[in-house]
């Protein structure tokens, strides 16, 4: 689980580099599916990944408007001050946390509920998700996507242990 939050991590980084290179008025274009842009859908995934984080945790949700975000560096800044608490909530993560249940008021008053482990999976599913909608937003701009590919990343513990080493596997 540790592994895809730091796979959505680096591909997140990813598309921020990716956005240096269009403009604001481009980041804010309304397009089909996600938030509407492709700045408003970075906002969404920080935002939906916090609030979960947060709401795990006891803590009050965020409340904030995309208009007070409406740019690429403010983008940033949210997600880099929402980072540390989520990393730490990720990386403190063990397996009694998994089937914690969490019993969630919605607008309408009615109670659902649902294991922290479902949660923590829907968060993670939700970025990926919405990545899938950047990539395709990339395209009909004619740009090349952000690589979706898990491997080639160097996420796994085994691999960075076994770096001074060789792999048999050649592919």
């Not at 659902?112 to 829907?122: K, P």
């Not at 996507?145 to 770096?163: D, E, H, T, W, Y």
């Amino acid at each position: 689980m540790q592994l895809f939050f730091k796979y959505n991590w680096m591909v997140r980084e990813d598309w921020f580099r990716w956005c240096e290179e269009l403009s604001e008025e481009e980041l804010l274009q309304n397009r089909t599916g996600g938030m509407g842009s492709i700045l408003h859908t970075l906002f969404h995934i920080i935002d939906v990944e916090w609030s979960w984080i947060r709401i795990l945790q006891g803590k009050t949700d965020f409340q904030e408007s995309f208009d007070d975000y409406n740019s690429l560096e403010k983008v940033r800044q949210l997600a880099s001050a929402f980072h540390a608490e989520v990393e730490s909530f990720v990386n403190q993560w063990d397996d009694s946390m998994e089937e914690r249940l969490l019993h969630n008021t919605l607008e309408d008053g009615r109670i659902e509920t649902h294991t922290w482990g479902e949660i923590v999976r829907h968060t993670i599913a939700h970025e990926i998700h919405h990545i899938g909608q950047l990539s395709i937003w990339a395209r009909e701009i004619g740009r090349a996507p952000v690589s979706a590919n898990f491997i080639r990343r160097g996420l796994s513990s085994a691999l960075q242990a076994s770096a001074d080493g060789h792999s048999e596997l050649k592919r």
